[in-house]
């Protein structure tokens, strides 16, 4: 791609995400700082890696990951999931006795990046846990990640990444937990819920949604089908406060549940 067309792609990432007043407040921001203080970088590797040897650490932003899709221009970025957030949200919504066996569920991470949060689902006795993502360089990294996962016998249940848009996955039977960390913008969040409606009018009751850094929860909120059953802000811990680059500790979780309509 010549830097032109690279330029040009990156414009209209913006501008899809951010607006013409948002991409102008940007490029302004841009501008060098001053008030910097030297020494006060964060390390660049997360704990979680050198732990695992997996590579999951990084933040991408949505205009430089290109994959030739449409919905290119509406992917926000990569980075991962803070490991404490997850594992405290996913405890919470395996306590909650209202759903069925966690065993039935199928575990799904619509833009699951480098794959760190479906590599901690495994950890859970789902049916199987998989993670989608658009873009062919992250699944890739996901994929070699897996297999140092499951090589160290930390999976308890069946795993996959499939390279993919997230509007065109076909969810398999049966219940599913549905896990976003803000992944799209609104627009493929809208044909998502489009999707989810068609795929579960059947299964009332069997999908669940837990939405990280809800910025089109909204959607959610405003579909009948969809009830939500918690919005909350959820703790981190010292070692990924120490490390995180983008978290805050006013960043939203939602939970939702399809009741059908
Ligand atoms: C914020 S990262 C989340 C990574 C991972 N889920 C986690 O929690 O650690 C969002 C990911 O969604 C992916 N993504 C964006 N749009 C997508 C789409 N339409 N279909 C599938 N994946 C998408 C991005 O490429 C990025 O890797």
Redesign the pocket.
């Known amino acids: 791609m010549t830097r032109l067309n690279a330029a040009w792609s990156k414009l209209r990432w913006s501008l899809a995400q951010r607006g013409l007043r948002g991409t102008m407040r940007t490029a302004l921001g841009r501008l060098p700082r001053q008030d910097t203080t030297p020494g006060e970088e964060k390390p660049l590797l997360h704990p979680f890696d050198q732990r695992y040897g997996v590579d ?1 650490s990084g933040l ?1 932003g ?1 205009g430089d ?1 290109r994959s030739g ?1 449409k ?2 221009v ?8 803070a490991p404490s957030r ?1 594992r405290r949200v996913m405890e919470d919504w395996v306590a909650d006795s209202g759903h069925a066996a966690i065993s039935q569920y199928n575990f799904v ?10 590599m901690m689902a495994s950890e859970f006795q789902f049916r199987q846990a998989i ?5 062919p360089s ?1 699944a890739k990294t996901a994929e070699a990640n897996l297999t140092v996962w499951t090589d160290a016998a930390r999976a308890v249940c069946p795993v996959q990444i499939l390279c ?4 065109e996955f076909s969810f398999p039977e049966g219940p599913c937990l549905l ?6 913008a609104a627009p ?1 969040v809208k044909r998502l819920i489009e999707r989810l409606a068609s795929e579960f009018a059947d299964r009332p009751g069997l999908l669940d949604v837990i939405y ?1 850094n809800p910025e089109a929860g909204e959607m959610f909120d405003a579909h009948a089908g969809f009830k939500l059953l918690w919005t909350g802000t959820v703790e981190m811990s010292e070692e990924d406060a120490a490390v995180d680059h983008v978290a805050s500790p006013e960043d939203l979780c939602s939970v939702y549940r399809w009741g059908g309509v």
């Open positions: 999951t991408i949505g990951l899709h919905n290119d509406f992917n926000t970025a990569y980075y991962g999931m997850f991470d619509l833009g699951c990046g480098k794959g760190r949060a479906v993670g989608v993502e658009l873009n992250l993919q848009d997230a509007t896990y976003l960390f803000n992944p799209f493929v990280f």
